[in-house]
């Protein structure tokens, strides 16, 4: 399974820092998981929604990098209300019964969150990211063919 994640120069490690030391989207404090995304184009979606709100984030570094992860992941009921959803995460997380979880994307739902258990014993054998420079300016300049489209 290819795996993606968006993230600033020096926070490429697959070792869940950030959400143990804030939380995550779906985790509470103190419980260290890495969110990665099933597609390249939702992993830069994601960041995205929150860059749009933030000039800095939308001129920032980037890297775009990706990694293979040869595991079956436990699929999390897309339903569930946030509350039971942070619990079941916070759970797997706990008893490291698998390396991978996944739920589908509210922002693109054709697309997984995959989460990563850096606390499970196979996760030490998961490769590191295979990443390149992303830039939001890169990507979301003016197209050069926008006047052409414009007349059709």
């Known amino acids: 399974m290819k795996l993606w994640r968006l993230a600033r120069p020096g926070q490429l490690a697959l070792d869940g820092e950030g959400a143990r030391l804030h939380g995550g989207r779906y985790s509470s404090p103190g419980r260290p998981v890495v969110a990665l ?4 184009g939702l992993a830069v979606l994601v960041t ?4 749009m709100h933030e000039p800095d984030w939308m001129e920032a ?13 436990e699929r999390i009921e897309p339903d569930l209300p946030r509350e039971a ?6 759970d797997w997380l706990d008893s490291r019964r698998s390396l991978l979880a996944t739920i589908r994307s509210h922002v693109l739902p054709e697309a997984d969150v995959v989460f ?8 030490g054998k998961v490769p590191p990211l295979v990443a390149r420079p992303f830039r939001f300016a890169d990507c979301l ?8 489209f414009r007349e059709v």
Not at 37 to 40: F, H, K, L, N
Not at 141 to 148: G, I, N, T, V, Y
Request: negative net charge.
């Open 37 to 40: 995304a099933s597609e390249a």
């Open 48 to 51: 995205l929604r929150y860059a």
């Open 61 to 73: 570094e980037y890297c775009l990098g990706w990694t293979v992860v040869d595991a079956s992941p």
């Open 85 to 90: 959803t942070t619990r079941w995460v916070d």
């Open 116 to 123: 990563l258990n850096p606390l499970h014993a196979a996760a």
């Open 141 to 148: 300049h003016r197209p050069p063919a926008l006047d052409q």
